[in-house]
C-alpha cells in the first residue's frame, strides 16, 4: 500500500525558534494534504486542508500565520510552526489522498514536537 | 513494525440496526492504544473511542463500543442503532512505540439506508 512519511518524527525546540515538518507521499501523487494535531484526549483536530500549488485552506481557529502549510509539489507537504510556544507541544500527524475525494487517504506516523 | 488492517472498504447498514467496522493490529510493543475515528466528508476526524492495550474491559462511548480481542489483535468498533449521521468514513489507530508512534487503517465507508 501507499506510504507517506514525515519527518522529523521527533523535534525539541526552544521556544521562539519555528520548527518545520515534512510529510512526503512515497509512492503516488498527494494532491491532497491534510495536517492534524492529536490532543491528549486522543481528538485528531483537522488544521489545514493543501492542494498542490495552492494556499492551504485553514479550519477556523487555527492560525495561518503561525502555522505555515506549504504544498510545493505532488509529493512533499510542510507544515512550519512559527515563534513556537510551549502550548504549540503536540502531536502533528499529516494524511495524503489523490486527485479524488474518493481515493484512499494514507495517514503519516506522525511527528511529536516539543517546544521548551 | 506497527501495522493496523482494515479489510472492509465499503460497508452498509439499515438504519436502527447494528454494525461492526473489523479492525486488526500488529505490534511488538506491549503497551499500546487504539482508538477508532470518524470522518464526515468534510474531512475533520471525530475521535469516537479509545482502549488501553492493558484495560481489563471493552470501551464503551454511548452508542460506540470496541470488542478488543487482545489474543486475536482485533479491536472491532461496533455501532448500535445506525442512524443516517453515522455515514462516513472511520479509521481505525494505534498509538504504540511508547506513544511516540501512530499508525492509522486505511478506513472503512460506512453507509447508512434509510
Known amino acids: 500500500g501507499a506510504v507517506v512519511s514525515q519527518h522529523p518524527s521527533r523535534v525539541i525546540c526552544k521556544s521562539g525558534t519555528s520548527v518545520k515538518i515534512e510529510c512526503r507521499s512515497l509512492?503516488?501523487?498527494?494532491?491532497?494534504m491534510f495536517w492534524y494535531r492529536q490532543f491528549p484526549k486522543k481528538s485528531l483536530m483537522l488544521m489545514a486542508t493543501?492542494?498542490?500549488?495552492?494556499?492551504?485552506?485553514?479550519e477556523q481557529g487555527v492560525e495561518k500565520d503561525k502555522f505555515l502549510i506549504n504544498h510545493a509539489s505532488l509529493t512533499l507537504s510542510t507544515l512550519t510552526v512559527t515563534s513556537a510556544h510551549p502550548e504549540d507541544s503536540s502531536f502533528y500527524i499529516c494524511?495524503?489522498?489523490?486527485?479524488?475525494?474518493?481515493?484512499?487517504?494514507?495517514f503519516g506516523p506522525g511527528t511529536r514536537l516539543t517546544v521548551l | 513494525a506497527q501495522k493496523i488492517t482494515q479489510t472492509q472498504p465499503g460497508m452498509f447498514v439499515q438504519e436502527k440496526e447494528a454494525v461492526t467496522l473489523d479492525c486488526t493490529y500488529d505490534?511488538?510493543?506491549?503497551?499500546?492504544?487504539l482508538f477508532w475515528y470518524k470522518q464526515p466528508s468534510s474531512g475533520e476526524m471525530i475521535f469516537l473511542i479509545y482502549?488501553?492495550?492493558?484495560?481489563?474491559q471493552n470501551a464503551t462511548e454511548g452508542r460506540y463500543s470496541l470488542n478488543f480481542q487482545k489474543a486475536r489483535k482485533s479491536a472491532n468498533l461496533v455501532i448500535s442503532a445506525s442512524q443516517l449521521g453515522d455515514s462516513a468514513m472511520y479509521f481505525c489507530?494505534?498509538?504504540?512505540?511508547?506513544?511516540?508512534?501512530?499508525?492509522f487503517g486505511i478506513g472503512t465507508k460506512l453507509q447508512v439506508i434509510p
Open positions: 493543501s492542494n498542490e500549488g495552492s494556499k492551504a485552506t485553514y
Open positions: 482502549q488501553g492495550s492493558y484495560d481489563q
Open positions: 509512492d503516488f501523487q498527494a494532491t491532497t
Open positions: 505490534t511488538s510493543d506491549p503497551s499500546y492504544g
Open positions: 489507530a494505534m498509538n504504540s512505540g511508547g506513544y511516540q508512534k501512530v499508525t
Open positions: 494524511s495524503a489522498r489523490g486527485t479524488y475525494s474518493t481515493d484512499t487517504q494514507y
